[in-house]
């Protein structure tokens, strides 16, 4: 009788599949749980004692966010009330978000709540992009609060006649149809003040986040920090 | 690189794992493939002992 090769042996695959799929499986239990504290909200308390959070605190709204190039980390990452001597968040320059920098915690959790909700209720990511989920039929809105089209100097904030940038965003956000933009321009959805308020919130949050330098292109936009 | 320092927010295994682009795969690879050449032996043997008798 020929000898029986362990290459077309049953059981050898059977153990191997099983090795391999019980493995992986247990990596990615790990994986999650590792993955939840990482990616739980900072408090205002953290901001208050400088503790960096990846997710911060609602009230990072009252705060100058800036988008530095970390050497060490290859990538430009949120710095949030100034660097300090490491180059990371000093939660020290404080900015006017819609003429106050002294937003509470619950005043800026229900403004950042509504405007999470309208961009759920207005589908953004049918044609934006929010933290790697959604289309990029329309500009990527992870970073879009650090995008100098909308600061002092910037294209966008010139074309609304607004003088900040949070009031630019919103009165973007209530007439889009208004301002040609882009050849895909953005249709009126029917934002009210008040829902536009809440998303320049949202965004302003979300830019905040530290998403590893997720989207890797955007340093490359024209103006922004150490484009690559 | 294939080797870069360790730079991620928070000190974590899977933040070790993606330091840079050889690191998972070799990871990947030492636990899947040795294993195999182990249950490999061990059905060879198992094969080897069916045939003997």
Redesign the interface.
Known sequence: ?A??S?WS?N??WQ??AG??TG?AAMLLI??TF??I??IMMGSDSDIQNGV?K?VPSPTVINYKITYEM?T???HEIPVIGGANAEGTSSFQEKELFFGRDDWSEEEAAELLNLGKLGSQAKNCMNCHTLLGNGAYYAPDLTKSWLDPAWGPEGSMQAMTGKDTKEEAMAEFLINPSQYPTHARMMPNLGITAAEAKGLVAFLKHMSSI?T?GFPRNFGKIKGAVHGK | MFFEPFTDVVPSFFGWLNQGPMTLTLFLHTVIVLPMFWIYKQEKARLEQEEGQ
């Open positions: 009788m000898k029986k362990v042996d059981r050898f153990r191997s090795w391999i493995f790990w994986l590792d993955t504290p990482q960096t990846r970390d060490k980390r290859g530290d590893n």
